[in-house]
């Protein structure tokens, strides 16, 4: 029989090839690129990172699980960054403590 019908190595899965693609576009792309126009490390679930994060501060988590098929809510909680979104829009809306009119916010410079 020809050697091609019986690999020693393992054929390569589909998501290893389109994270090779993606990688190798990206560094091909660097090569022609400023400095600062430059892409980042990228994968492919950053994509259900942000779906998951979005969906989470836009209808909530038990919604968000249910669409990403998560067994559990704390998986959910690990895919999304919603709850430190949250943090950040909180700490730069938090009031002055010492603002005797209680109308005016602390302005980060």
């Given at each position: ?76 909680r690990r895919y ?30």
């Amino acid at each position: 029989m020809p050697s091609f019908i019986f690999r020693e190595k393992p054929i390569i899965s589909v998501p290893t090839v389109r994270r090779k693609a993606i990688e190798y576009g990206i560094k091909r792309g660097n090569k022609v690129l400023p400095e600062e126009e430059k892409i980042p490390h990228w994968y492919p679930y950053l994509l259900r990172h942000s779906a998951a994060t979005m969906t989470e501060l836009e209808i909530g988590l038990d919604e968000s699980q249910a669409l990403l098929a998560h067994k559990t809510a704390n998986m959910t909680r690990r895919y999304s960054k919603a709850q430190l979104k949250i943090r950040e829009k909180l700490a730069r809306n938090r009031q002055n403590p010492f603002d005797t009119e209680g109308g005016e916010t602390v302005e980060k410079k």
